[in-house]
């Protein structure tokens, strides 16, 4: 397997821009993670998805994030409109159920600039 | 509010001396704990982890140590390699297991 696959792996905006983080989940993994790493909070979780269904978005900073996951195999987080103090490292993680041995699988990471 | 804790930012070593990291946690809820390796430009890769039903995990040349009562845990590495240069992450999960609370993170220098 490859991995938890994200896209792009950077990218740079302009303040108010929309933003799409993609991110594509370890085959048979049942839960997928959308984190923010800044250097005052270190890793964050934004929100979950278990079997595709999002169990928890208490992370999530405000109203202009959203993330989706429309299939198995396949996620997304937007930010609209973007702003400068949206600029991280966000990663996707998968893993394959609830049992709490089972380590998350992280992504390489989308790393986003906003002007 | 960080429920979990490292407060060292950074460390050096020399290598081949042991290095220590540490974390606290407030949540006494808190029953797994995990710690994560990150390398720059790549994501974090699991690297060991303890159940709060013992006090000290080893693998290797990595040793992760619990202390329930002080809600302190640290990470051992003996003897500590270049290669071991990285950010290190603490992790915590309740008995419900769905979500990872993350510490801010210790780069760790090992100097040749």
Redesign the interface.
Known sequence: DAG?IQSPRHEVTEMGQEVTLRCKPISGHD?L?W?RQT???????LI?F?NNVP??DSGMPEDRFSAKMPNASFSTLKIQPSEPRDSAVY?C?SSPD????N???????TRLTVL | D?QVK?NSPSLSVQEGRISILNCDYTNSMFD?F?W?KKYP??????LI?ISSIKDKNEDGRFTVFLNKSAKHLSLHIVPSQPGDSAVY?C?A?DPA?????????TSLTVIP
């Open positions: 938890v839960y993670f984190y250097m005052m909070r270190g890793l964050e979780l979950y278990n169990i928890d990663f993680a609830r049992d709490r041995g380590e998350q699988f992280f992504g390489p990471g | 960080q490292q797994y995990l994560y430009a790549e994501g974090p890769t699991f982890s992450f992790a999960t297991g769905n979500q990872f609370y993350f510490g801010t993170g």
